[in-house]
């Protein structure tokens, strides 16, 4: 395989693998009695375990406790880098919202009006 797809396979099992931990984490902490998250969680299970698994097997490494690690820190780096776009894209939005004009609102005019006939 070529370096930039190597990369952009391993940032995206490593993202999705994070991805999926977080997944887990979620249905373990908002668990109820009528929450039935066994099948999310082994869903998630088998992405996390697929993506250590496929990043061990590219790297010729064992599948053991460090493959996750490094699964793991491979996401972190890749939505790491993504950050420079979500920041640009958040300027954006946030530019158009405080430059936008605001529509009149009738039921400050109406209140407008009724101050000042009194």
């Known amino acids: 395989m070529s370096p930039e797809i ?3 396979a391993t940032a995206f099992a490593g993202s999705a693998a994070l991805t999926s931990l ?4 979620a249905m373990i902490g908002t668990m109820n009695p009528y929450h039935r998250p ?7 299970l ?5 993506c250590t ?6 790297d010729g490494t064992a599948v053991d406790i460090l493959a996750l ?3 793991m820190s491979e996401g972190v780096f890749a939505m ?8 640009l894209v ?4 946030l530019l158009e919202a405080s430059l936008r004009k605001r529509p009149e609102d009738p039921l400050l005019a109406l209140l407008e009006s009724e101050s000042g006939s009194e």
Not at 90 to 93: D, H, K, N, Q, S
């Open 46 to 50: 088998l992405v996390m375990l697929s």
């Open 38 to 44: 066994i099948i999310p969680v082994l869903g998630a």
């Open 69 to 71: 690690r490094t699964a």
């Open 6 to 8: 190597d990369s952009m």
């Open 90 to 93: 958040l300027t954006a939005l």
């Open 22 to 25: 977080f997944v887990v984490l």
């Open 53 to 58: 698994y496929m990043l061990a097997w590219t």
């Open 80 to 87: 790491i880098g993504l950050l420079p776009i979500a920041f």
